[in-house]
T-cell receptor
Framework: DGGITQSPKYLFRKEGQNVTLSCEQNLNHDAMYWYRQDPGQGLRLIYYSQIVNDFQKGDIAEGYSVSREKKESFPLTVTSAQKNPTAFYLC????????????FGPGTRLTVT | EDQVTQSPEALRLQEGESSSLNCSYTVSGLRGLFWYRQDPGKGPEFLFTLYSAGEEKEKERLKATLTKKESFLHITAPKPEDSATYLCAVQMRNNDMRFGAGTRLTVKP
């Protein structure tokens, strides 16, 4: 059963702590993405990776970091430098970066207090 | 500036009342336009990809169309289970993707 998994579904952290969100896919897709979704706004791209060991910043990369050591995995770390980290985070993947639809995971809702 | 605008923000329909959602875009070169459905608290679910003006795609009660400036998602005889937020996304020539803010559709029985 192919798909994208994100864990955990809900995450609570204190301000000043780093937190890592997990994203795994078994679709054999080359490209993976992280988005942030806030109420009333479109999805905004944080980071994307077209291939293992390579990734690029998206529109709102400040305060976030990623790694892509395996094709299946693309974890996102929300650092204490991110000024407004409370949001719904979505991971997606696509066959390749161009002209292909992206498939999304179920999301992680992060609350930082 | 590259922009994707969806209208209306929210739409309430009676069951069986057909309507259309709009996605207008101003981007530097279109590679593809994508429609997604998103239920509350869940990830978006892929519906359609459109690549060129004049193209149409259909799935059950949904039909997506594309012109050079906008796309429409037509919903024919909607049912309560069609209630969701519908997202439009545009991929540009440099592979960047821009998402609209979505249209929140409610279908009352």
């Amino acid at each position: 059963d192919g798909g994208i998994t994100q864990s955990p579904k809900y995450l609570f952290r204190k301000e000043g702590q780093n937190v890592t969100l997990s994203c795994e896919q078994n679709l054999n897709h080359d490209a993976m993405y992280w988005y942030r979704q806030d109420p009333g706004q479109g999805l905004r791209l944080i980071y994307y990776s077209q291939i293992v060991n390579d990734f690029q910043k998206g529109d709102i990369a400040e305060g976030y970091s990623v790694s892509r050591e395996k094709k299946e995995s693309f974890p996102l770390t929300v650092t204490s430098a991110q000024k407004n980290p409370t949001a719904f985070y979505l991971c997606a993947s696509s066959i390749m970066a161009s002209s292909y639809e992206q498939y999304f995971g179920p999301g992680t809702r992060l609350t930082v207090t | 500036e590259d922009q994707v605008t969806q209208s209306p923000e929210a739409l309430r329909l009676q069951e069986g009342e057909s309507s259309s959602l709009n996605c207008s875009y101003t981007v530097s070169g279109l590679r593809g336009l994508f429609w997604y459905r998103q239920d509350p608290g869940k990830g978006p679910e892929f519906l359609f990809t459109l690549y060129s003006a004049g193209e149409e795609k259909e799935k059950e009660r949904l039909k997506a169309t594309l012109t050079k400036k906008e796309s429409f998602l037509h919903i024919t005889a909607p049912k309560p289970e069609d209630s969701a937020t519908y997202l439009c996304a545009v991929q540009m020539r440099n592979n960047d993707m821009r998402f609209g803010a979505g249209t929140r559709l409610t279908v009352k029985p």
